[in-house]
C-alpha cells in the first residue's frame, strides 16, 4: 500500500527528493523478453529535460537515466528493472528564506503539518523533480503498448488563450517550445508567455492526452474504471487541478440526444460517428480514441511578494526568487503522455489477467 | 486487488447487478466501538432513493438496508460489515431490445467488448444502482469523520443554468429537490427540467462537495494524495466526465499572484485568505474546506431514436424506454456526499498509522 | 487492503460471525464465461459440512449456498460473485460463561485486547464457520483450473498415529470420515478418537493437500512466491500452527546431496526423479506435484476444567460446553483444498498477466 | 501488487540481481522524525555479511548501505527511504556451466520456465543477495519497534544435531558463529560442519526468532493474520521449507488439555502459564513472546556431480563449484530477525490505524 506507488500489475514505485544525491523508481511487473535500453527512456526523458528553453525552469540537469537491475543481456527478465537518474544541478545556496517561511500555493505548509518535518530545500519531495521518474518508466510503458497504441499530448491552453480545434496538426507539436499543436496559437503564446516571464508572474494551462489505437475492452468496474484510474494518474502530477474525460465540463451542457455517441459499422467494425465519451464508457474503452485533458494551475513561485506566515507562526512575507518555470504546463506534457501509457499498460496486463 | 473495492484501509467492496435478487457491500477496517445503526446508514439511502419526485427515475424502491454481520449489541466489531439491500421493483418484463442492441451511451458495448456476456437486465453491474451501496458504507464512514467534519454537497448547474455563489445557502439545499443551494435557481430549474422530461429527452449537470472542518495533514504524497484519491472516487460514479479540486480547470486562467492563497494568523491559527487551492496542497488537506466539483453527463436513456448496431454487427436503431432520470445529477449529490466521507475516513486511518 | 480478503487477481472477501444471520464472501476478478451454479459449490461444502458424522461438531448446519451476483444464465459475467449461506442452527442458548470469561487456547482474550469488544456467541468471527466460505469460493477457484489440475487432500497424522504411506491410496480417502488414504491406519484413527471422543478430550493432527498437474512457471519471486502464499493462505485457516513445503521441516536432516532433485528427460519432457521441493523452486512451481502439509492443533473447546481469568481480571475456571470436533484437524482438509485451489486460482491469472 | 513489496503500511520494494552493479530497495510508509543512519542499519548488514568465517560463502562483499532519499537532518521524513548497496565482488568468470545447465535445487529451471529468459550470473534475482536488503529494512523497522520489543534470533538445529533448550543463553548467541544459544551444541556443530564443509558438501537447518515485549493486540482477522502474515515472512526467505508458530508441527500430538495454555493473574496483569500457542492466538498477538521457527534445506551448490538437463532439453550433469555455504542456514538468522521486525513493524502501523 505504498502511497509512492501507482499501478497495480505494472507497479511503479518512485523515490527521492529535489536536492538529493538522486531520485529513482522500481518498475515491477514487466513482462520478459522486452527489448529495452537506456536510450530508449532517454527520448522521453529529454522532452521533459528542464532549461531547454527561456519557457522553463534553468534548472540544467541531464536527466541521464541509469538501468540497476532486471534488463539482461538487452531483455527485461521480469525482474523489477530499477532506474536512477543523478541529481547534478542541486547548487548549494542559502536556504533561509523557504527554511522558516511558508510559500503559498507550494506544499511547504501541508507537509509540515503533516510530518512535522520536511526537506525544505526545492521543495523536497513534493518537487516536480520528481516526475523524471514518472516519464522514465512510461517509456518502459510504451513497451508493453507496442506501435498499435500512439499517444499524442499537447497544450491546448495557456490562461485564456486556447488553441482552434480546427488547427490542430500533430506535425506542429514539437516545431515549437510548447508543444502546440496549433502553429498560429503557439506564435501568440511566444509573446504572451515572454510578457509573464519578464514580469516574474506566471500563468496556468491545459494539456490534452489522446491514446489512439486501443482496442475496446480495457478498464474494469466498478472501481478499477480506465477514467478512474486515468483521473487519478493525472492528478496526481504536481500542481494539476482538475481532469475531464472526452467532453469533460462541457457534458453537463449537453442533451441526452447531443452526448450519445452514435454507433454505425464501418469497414465491418464497430464505428462511433462522435466522441463525446472520450472513448470510455462504463470505465471500459470502446476502441474509439482515449482523450483526457487536465488543468494545471500556474507556477507558486514568481517574483512578488506575497504574505504569509514562518514556521513559529509570526506573519511575513516571501519572495521565491529561483529557477522556474513561468508556465510549469509547458513540462506537464510529456508526463501526462507517461501516465497515460503507464495507466494503458497496466490495464492490458489486467484484462490479460482476467479475460485471457 | 479487487476492482470492485475502494479505500486502502477503509475499504469497501461492492457487488450486485440492477436486477438480481440483492445488492450489496462489504465495509473492512472500521474502527471498533462506533454505535451503528441501520437507522443511521437509512437516513443517507433515503435522500438517494430514486422515485421521490417527477425529477428521478420512477422505479419504486425502498432501499431497506439490513446489517449482516460486524455490529454486535450496536456497536462496531472492528470485523468486516456487510450490508444488503433487496431489489424489489425488477420487474420482470420484456428485455428484447436491450438484449441485442448496444444503447449509445452506456456501457453495453464494451461490458461486451471486455467480457464476451453481459447481464442486461438493467444494464447490470453498470447500473447506478450500485451506488445505493456507496452511499451505505458513506454513512459507516461518518461514524469515523465525527461531528467535526461537515460534508456538504449540492447541484450547482444543470445544462448551461449555473447557480449564482454569492446566493448559496445551506439551508435551501434540502427543501427543493434538486439539492440546490439557491432558491433563485432551483425555481428555474423546475421549469427547465420539467420540459425536458416531457420531452423524453435529459441533460448534463455539476455537483459541489465541499468537506469542513478536515484538520491540516491528511492525505499522502505522491500516489495517495488526497485529491488523487477524490478524483479516482468521483470518476468511478457513473456518468461523471470530469472531476475539479479548488479553482480546477478555471486555475489554467490565473496568474501565480491570482492563484496563491495567501496565508495570515488569526485567533492564533494559520488562516488563507482564499481557496483556490480546494484545501490541499501537494496532496495534503490544509485546514480550508475541501472544495470538490464533478460533471455528470445527461441520462443516455432518452425517448428518442438514436443509431447503433445489435450484438451480430448489424445497422439499427434503439429507443431506450423505461423509468429513467431526466437528470441523473441530481441523485449524484448524495453519492458526492459519501465518496468524500469514505476517503476522508480512509485518509484519517491511513494518517493515523503512519503519523500517530 | 481488507484484513478480510486474500488472493490479488481471484480476490475473495469474506464476512460473517458463528450466531450472526448468516455468512457470506464476494469473489472478485473471476473470468467471464465459466458455467457455475450453486451445486458446483454444494459438492464441497457438504465434504466440510459439520455433523456428518460422531467425529466432528453436531452444530446442524445444512450450508446451503445462494449465489447472489455475477453469475448471468449459468455463465460468470466477470463482475463479483456474492455468495451467501444462512445460519440455521445458532440456537439461543446461555452464553454467560463464555461472555465473561476468556477460553484457553481461543482467540477470545486477544479479540478483546484488540478491539476492546468481541462477539462472543460461538466465537464471532473467530469461529472455524468461517471456512464455508473459503470452501465455496475454492469451488469457484477449481472452475479456473480446469480439469488438468487435481487436487487431493488427506489426513496423514492424528496425535502420533501417522499413515504408512506406503499405504496411500487415493480412492480409500472419501471412504471412511477422516479422509485418510490408509485403511488400515483409519481403522485404527477410529477406535483411538472414539476414546479421546468419549473423554470429552481432543487431539491435533497433520493435513496434506497435493495438486498435480500445475504447469511449471507459475509463481512469483519474490514475495509473491507460491510457497510464500500457500504457508500464508494454510496458516490463516483457525487452528493451524505449522506449514511445510515438500521434505519441509525434515529437509534440516539432509544433506545436499540427498536433497537435490536431480533432473532426467523422460517422454521428452524434464522429470524430476524425486520431489523434496514439494513442486516448488525460487517460488515458481517446477511442474511436479505442490505438495503442501499443516499441522492443525487440538480443539480447544474440551470437557475438562481450565484456569483462566475472567474479562474483569478475576481468576477463574471454564469448561466448554458445546458442540465440537475431537479433531478439528478432519473438517480442515476440504478447506486446505480449497485454500490450494484459491491459491493456484490466483497465480495463474497473475502469471497470464505478466507472461502471457 | 507489486510481488517484490512486502508489508502493508510499512512497506518494502526491493531489486537487483547478484551480478547486477547494485541491490537496493524503497521503504515507505516509515513514521517521520525517527533518528536514522547509515550506520544504526549497518549493524545488522554486518551480522548477514558473507565472508566473515570458513562457514560462510567466500564472496567478500563490505555491503556498505547508503541511504538516498527519505532522512533529513538525521530525521525520516516520512518520504520514501531508498537505500543501495554496491555489489563489489561480483567477479568476472566463467559462467558456460550454469549458463546452459539447470542446477538442481536452485530456480534455474523454474525462472526459464515462467520467464523464458535468466540472468544466471550467481543466480540473478533468485539469488539469497537479495536478502541483504530485508535486513537493511529490518533495521528501519526496529527504530519503529522502539526499546520495547526485543527480537531474537538462533540456529536451533543444524542436520538432526539439535540444541538442548535448558542450555539456551541468549549471551551466547554471538559468541560462535552459529548463533547458537547453546554453546555444547555450538561446539559439536563446529566439527561437523567442518567435515560437511571439507566434503563439498552441505546441510539444512532450523532458526527460531523470538520477539518479547509485544503488546496484545497486534494482528488482524482473518487474512492478515500475525502468524499468516509471519509464515509468508519466512516462506519467502531462500531455502527455507517450513513455518511453525509456538508448538508448531508438535502440536499435532497434543492433546487439547496439554495444548491450552491455562492463564493467571501475575502483578496484576494476564499471565499465561504456557507459551503452545506461540504467542498469537486467533491471528492475534496474546502478549506472551511471539515464537517461530523456520527449516532451511541444505545448500543446493555442492561439489558432488548431480544429474540434470541442459536449455535445450538434453540429459547432463552439473557440478556447481563457487564460493558458498555449507549450511545457509546459519546466515537465515538475522534474515529471520528482520523478517519478524518488519512484520511487526507492519501490523504496529495497522492496529494503530484501526483501534487509535
Not at 494539476?240 to 469533460?248: L, N, P, Q, S
Not at 464508457?281 to 482523450?291: A, N, P, R
Not at 501516465?339 to 485471457?356: E, P, S, T, Y
Request: aromatic share 6%; net charge neutral.
Amino acid at each position: 500500500m505504498s502511497d509512492n506507488s501507482y499501478g497495480k500489475l505494472f507497479r511503479v514505485t518512485t523515490w527521492g527528493e529535489s536536492h538529493g544525491p538522486s531520485i529513482g523508481c522500481v518498475v515491477d511487473g514487466v513482462p520478459p523478453k522486452l527489448a529495452l535500453t537506456e536510450a530508449d527512456l532517454q527520448i522521453y526523458l529529454d522532452q521533459r529535460k528542464p532549461g531547454q528553453n527561456r519557457f522553463t525552469t534553468q534548472r540544467q540537469e541531464p536527466d541521464q537515466v541509469m538501468i540497476m537491475s532486471g534488463v539482461f543481456e538487452g531483455l527485461t527478465t521480469g525482474t523489477p528493472i530499477s532506474l536512477i537518474i543523478e541529481n547534478k544541478d542541486h547548487r548549494s545556496k542559502d536556504y533561509g528564506d523557504i527554511k522558516d517561511k511558508f510559500r503559498p500555493g507550494h506544499a511547504d505548509f501541508t507537509y509540515t503539518a503533516k510530518y512535522g518535518i520536511r526537506d525544505y530545500r526545492g521543495g523536497g519531495r513534493s518537487s516536480a523533480r520528481e516526475t523524471a521518474m514518472r516519464v522514465a518508466a512510461g517509456g518502459i510503458a510504451r513497451k508493453i503498448l507496442g506501435d498499435e497504441i500512439k499517444i499524442t499530448g499537447a497544450l491546448v491552453q495557456i490562461g485564456d488563450k486556447k488553441i482552434n480545434p480546427e488547427n490542430w496538426d500533430d506535425a506542429e507539436i514539437s516545431k515549437n517550445p510548447f508543444w502546440c499543436p496549433d502553429a498560429e496559437m503557439a506564435a501568440q503564446w511566444e509573446t504572451y508567455l515572454d510578457k509573464i516571464r519578464k514580469a516574474g508572474s506566471s500563468i496556468g494551462a491545459v494539456i490534452e492526452i489522446r491514446a489512439s489505437g486501443v482496442a475496446a475492452g480495457l478498464g474494469a468496474p466498478i472501481y478499477g474504471k480506465l477514467d478512474g484510474d486515468l483521473a487519478a494518474a493525472m492528478m496526481s502530477i504536481n500542481a494539476v487541478k482538475g481532469v475531464e474525460i472526452g467532453a469533460g465540463f462541457s457534458s453537463a451542457e449537453l442533451t441526452g440526444e447531443q452526448n450519445a455517441d452514435e454507433i454505425r459499422m464501418q469497414d465491418g467494425k464497430p464505428h462511433f460517428t462522435s466522441n463525446h465519451a472520450g472513448g470510455i464508457l462504463g470505465g471500459i474503452s470502446s476502441g474509439q480514441d482515449i482523450v483526457v485533458r487536465f488543468a494545471v494551475k500556474p507556477t507558486s513561485s514568481i517574483l512578488t511578494l506575497r504574505q504569509t506566515i514562518d514556521t513559529s507562526g509570526n506573519e511575513t512575507e516571501i519572495l521565491t526568487k529561483g529557477r522556474h518555470d513561468p508556465c510549469v504546463g509547458i513540462r506537464a506534457v510529456p508526463i501526462g503522455e507517461a501516465m497515460m501509457a503507464c495507466v494503458l499498460a497496466d490495464h492490458i496486463m489486467r484484462h490479460r489477467a482476467q479475460c485471457g
